[in-house]
């Protein structure tokens, strides 16, 4: 695994995403290539747009002299760019992107309930969070706003788990950034609710940790996230929580009309980026 890794940081535009980010990115960066379970249109796409190699209308008309509009055809307003596409784009904003953010919280949140034997569906994909729920061993808030003593603007973590057994609080927050700014993102978390872990620990008195949990949107974990999910002891395994996120792919072709022939790849481009598993357990 390790030389087909290098083989790939080693290609002049494959490897670009690969060499921004590698100092980021935990050796599950690329999950969600190894499991296999992303459609493949969805698998090309997403590593075009790693490799910038994606023909979005802003680059067939500045690189490939196209006669078209740069322009995005959702919110007519920005370039149609990679990252305005992936993260950017006001259209989709209130619906794709929310829901994209909401996915990876869900299935955290379904994790933890899990974990502490609270009542939930079977099925990950099912669940629907409740604003609290509770038993002998946990409490869990779902998007709830936190009362404290004095006013504060940040009171509203994704999910917080009061653990009854090891009297302990999280505060855990999710954001799916472009993946140059995941670790911009996660320090932006830390400040955001540093003041409600200061009155939450004065008022429960005991100890309260903010868990941002970060995901690019083209897939990049950072590697503290595995320490995170392990403290936390539930969590959703990063491949997982890339086929979450990887849901922007199809985003790209319904929303942008972008396909196989947007990305200038062959077939024989495509399958090498892939690490088939027969590659990995060999
Ligand atoms: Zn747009």
Redesign the pocket.
């Known amino acids: 695994m390790t030389n087909r890794t290098e083989d790939w940081h080693s290609k002049p535009m494959h490897g670009q995403y690969m060499r921004h980010t590698k100092e980021l990115a935990s050796d599950d960066l690329r999950q969600w290539l190894l499991r296999g379970e992303l459609k493949k249109e969805t698998e090309g796409i997403i590593t075009a747009a790693q490799d910038q190699t994606l023909r979005t209308r802003y680059i067939q008309r500045m690189i490939d002299g196209n006669n078209i509009s740069s322009i ?1 055809i ?2 007519n ?2 370039n ?1 760019t990679i990252n ?1 596409i992936a993260s ?5 904003a209130e619906n794709q992107y929310k829901k994209r953010h909401d996915s990876v919280a869900k299935a955290l949140h379904w994790s933890l309930c899990k974990k502490h034997q609270l009542s939930c569906s079977d099925k990950r994909y099912e669940h629907q969070p409740e604003g609290v729920i509770k038993n002998d061993q946990a409490k869990i808030l779902w998007d709830y706003g936190i009362g404290t003593d004095r006013v504060l603007r940040e009171i509203r973590p994704d999910v917080t788990l009061i653990d009854k057994i090891k009297k302990r609080v999280s505060l855990i927050d999710g954001a799916v950034p472009w993946h140059p700014k995941v670790e911009e993102k996660e320090r932006e978390k830390i400040h955001k609710y540093k003041d409600l872990k200061i009155e939450t620990t004065r008022i429960w008195d005991i100890p309260v940790e903010i868990i941002p949990i970060i995901i690019g949107t083209l897939g990049t974990i950072l590697r503290s996230l595995k320490r995170k999910q392990e403290k936390l002891e539930a969590g959703v395994a990063p491949g997982l929580m890339q086929k979450i996120v990887g849901h922007i792919g199809s985003i790209f072709h319904k929303k942008f009309s972008l396909d196989d022939t947007s990305t200038k790849f062959g077939t024989n481009d495509v399958q090498d980026l892939l690490f088939k598993k027969s590659t990995i357990s060999s």
């Open positions: 995005c959702n919110c307003t920005k149609q305005h950017k784009c006001p259209a989709l």
